[in-house]
């Protein structure tokens, strides 16, 4: 059974377009949360969503929202891709308290804007 | 702000020791946390460390040094399915997670 499972694992765009990226996980988790690793590596938080509500929203441009229709959910939608979107956004989730420090990724999506 | 500071390679010979070294600096702390990413593949947890000492997963350990800012992930009788990056990253407040740029580990025969 997969954990945290996202869709699509590829993405192919242009620029300009609207895109959202779907994010699922079955651990009964609190929290979920979205990274962008770009062509470096380095990974980097986008967002939390606790119960459905944000609890983090670090320096991401408003054209990223996300949406969560349960706690169970997080999708990314994106509004006008850039070039510089282009990236891989790894979806997770965790717990708050006990071992907060432990998040499951799920595999990833390649967003590639053209 | 945070920063965290790992090499960004490193070459280990198959059954060997290697260390993965991560110096932090950042405004508040919980922890330590070491996480395993293969090539095209996803982020994968290894150890956590809130308090200072070693803590041993099988052929992985991981260190902390609260005073020194500083923490190294150990691991032991190198396979060649351990070539991965390795990431350090630092939790510094309620699910905030802010990893390292990485340490690319090569083990060769």
């Known amino acids: 059974d997969t954990a945290v499972s996202q869709t699509p694992k590829y993405l192919v765009t242009q620029m300009g377009n609207d895109k959202s990226i779907k994010c699922e996980q079955n651990l009964g988790h609190d929290t979920m949360y979205w990274y962008k690793q770009d062509s470096k590596k380095f990974l980097k938080i986008m967002f939390s969503?606790?119960?459905?509500?944000?609890?983090i929203n670090e320096t991401v441009p408003n054209r990223f929202s996300p949406k969560s229709p349960d706690k169970a959910h997080l999708n990314l939608h994106i509004n006008s891709l850039e070039l510089g979107d282009s990236a891989v956004y790894f979806c997770a989730s965790g717990s708050i308290g006990g071992s907060a420090e432990t998040q499951y990724f799920g595999p990833g999506t390649r967003l590639l804007v053209l | 702000g945070q920063s965290l500071e790992q090499p960004s390679e490193v070459t280990a010979v198959e059954g060997a020791i290697v260390q993965i070294n991560c110096t932090y600096q950042?405004?508040?702390?919980?922890?330590l946390s070491w996480y395993q990413q293969h090539d095209g593949g996803a982020p994968t947890f290894l150890s956590y460390?809130?308090?200072?000492g070693l803590e041993e997963t099988g052929r992985f350990s991981s260190f902390l040094s609260r005073s020194d800012s500083y923490g190294y992930l150990l691991l032991q009788e190198l396979q060649m399915k351990d070539s991965a990056s390795y990431f350090c990253a630092v939790s510094s407040g309620a699910n905030n997670l802010f990893f390292g740029t990485g340490t690319r580990l090569t083990v060769i025969p």
């Open positions: 969503y606790n119960n459905k509500e944000l609890i």
């Open positions: 460390n809130a308090l200072d």
């Open positions: 950042t405004s508040g702390f919980y922890g």
